[in-house]
């Protein structure tokens, strides 16, 4: 109720220093869809925990979005792992409920540009959420371009929801 009254519409949850005796993450993760929906107030809800509980085989019926991966880094490797790792995936992805292998590096200058435009258009196909991680009032005119291309967008925002295959 605390999130509602304050306006929030977009709750990231992470699953970091949770105490081994806790409940597991698929019922964490569910109370708190449960008690975000009780609020009434459209609240887009993303979930966590690094795919270990293999969450987009149950995300869909508690979050719109869930982490498939470990944390990325602003490295070309790391942002292809990631983006292999979630094609395991693919099929759990639909309008509603989204595949998450973390956040853009677009811009956050340990990728050449011609990366950065990989990593947008790759996230873009897979139907991934395109959360910007650069210091937005600092960024480039290149990482403008990228972040706010338009056809890019459209594929990741299509109303069908497919997610494209590597």
Wanted: proline share 4%.
């Amino acid at each position: 109720e605390t999130f509602a009254a304050w306006g929030v519409d977009y709750l990231k949850s992470d699953n970091c220093h949770v105490p081994s005796t806790a409940l597991s993450a698929r019922e964490r993760y569910t109370k708190m869809s449960r008690a975000l929906n009780a609020t009434r107030r459209p609240i887009l809800f993303a979930m966590c925990e690094w795919g270990d509980a293999d969450p987009a085989t149950w995300g869909a019926a508690v979050a719109n979005s869930w982490r498939t991966t470990g944390d990325i880094s602003d490295l070309w490797w790391a942002m292809v792992e990631l983006a292999d790792l979630t094609q395991e995936w693919f099929e759990f992805a639909a309008p509603g409920g989204w595949n998450d292998p973390d956040l853009l590096e677009v811009g956050n200058g340990g990728m050449t540009t011609a990366e950065y435009r990989s990593q947008m258009a790759i996230w873009s196909v897979i139907k991934a959420p395109l959360l910007i991680s650069t210091d937005v009032t600092k960024m480039s005119t290149d990482t403008l371009a990228i972040l706010s291309n338009q056809e890019l967008i459209a594929i990741n925002q299509d109303a069908l929801g497919v997610a494209g295959r590597l």
